[in-house]
């Protein structure tokens, strides 16, 4: 009897895991959804300031030609990656994140090319 009884205690353990195993880790990849998505948020704001400072240089009568050249196909590379981000993000369509890393990294070398002074 005891042996049938511990058994059954296994088995309801086992069951139990089975079913609460998806939800933790759809809870899980829920959170790394929204995450993903403040990330995306995060960038396009980011993205945004950057370029108003890259669009302020461009209209500097001092600008370097050589830069300017060089921060027009920079900025929309990091845009076009972080616009699909965007609308992915918006729609709810689930965030690679690689997908985010590679955009914040076009972003990162658009705002190297940004003069200091």
């Known amino acids: ?18 079913l609460l195993l998806p939800l933790a880790l759809a809870a899980c990849g829920a959170n790394q959804t929204v995450q993903r998505q403040q990330s995306v948020y995060g960038l396009s704001l980011s993205f945004a300031a ?17 830069v300017v050249a060089k921060l027009k196909p920079a900025f929309q590379k990091a845009h076009d990656q972080i616009k ?27 705002r190297t090319l940004m003069p200091v002074s």
Do not use: I, S, W
């Open 50 to 66: 950057a370029a108003q400072l890259a669009a302020d240089y461009e209209k500097n009568p001092a600008a370097d030609p050589a």
């Open 84 to 110: 699909l981000l965007d609308e992915a993000a918006r729609k709810g369509d689930p965030l690679a994140e690689a997908a985010v890393e590679a955009a914040q990294d076009a972003l990162d070398a658009a």
């Open 1 to 18: 009897m005891t042996m049938k009884l511990c058994f059954l205690r296994h088995k309801a353990a086992a069951l139990m895991a089975a």
